[in-house]
């Protein structure tokens, strides 16, 4: 098997996207957005997690992430079992008008797979990259605080409120997510 998509080593940072299945537009409301940020705070205080950088589109999350405790592996699976199980539980709300057509669409996506389960909310895989050098960790950096303004959802980086930006740019300011800063 290729060791293009595998962490080949968890104490270095790596970029990580982990996508909601077929591309659904969950991360739209902030309690979705609230259950990331608990999931990974979590992570950080309890499991060695370092999250470097990050931001939270629509259908997808961008992470600069090391460790210093569990295997990102570990953590992806965990994370990605925890916050698909908030998110269910937010989904069968009275508040989610979307209700019918999300639980309908993330089960479709459980009884396409043999592993099973009564809902899929996130792809499998998160397609790890390695960030070895200067040159990569700022690039991607960059790369997750510009998702934002590219996809036109602001016209700055800084407006956007579910990133790592702030945090770069003014190293007084905070985000929801403990950040631990490369440069």
């Not at 592993?115 to 070895?132: A, C, E, N, Q, S």
Request: charged share 25%.
């Amino acid at each position: 098997m290729s060791e293009r998509y595998k962490v080949i080593d968890s104490s270095i940072p790596n970029f990580i996207t982990l996508t909601i299945t077929d591309w659904v537009d969950l991360l739209v409301r902030p309690e979705y957005c609230k259950v990331l940020d608990e999931a990974l705070n979590y992570s950080i205080r309890n499991k060695g997690i370092r999250i470097h950088a990050y931001v939270y589109m629509t259908s997808h999350v961008h992470l600069m992430v090391s460790s210093k405790g569990v295997e990102i592996p570990d953590f992806v699976r965990d994370f990605k079992r925890h916050t698909a199980s908030e998110f269910i539980k937010l989904i069968d709300s009275p508040s989610e008008s979307r209700k019918e057509w999300l639980m309908a669409k993330f089960s479709y996506a459980a009884n396409r797979i043999v592993r099973g389960g009564k809902y899929k909310v996130w792809k499998d895989g998160f397609h790890p990259v390695l960030l070895d050098t200067p040159f990569k960790i700022q690039q991607r950096v960059e790369y997750i605080h510009k998702n934002p303004v590219d996809a036109q959802i602001v016209f700055h980086e800084r407006d956007y409120v579910n990133s790592s930006y702030r945090v770069y740019e003014d190293s007084m300011d905070r985000a929801y997510v403990m950040v631990e800063p490369l440069y």
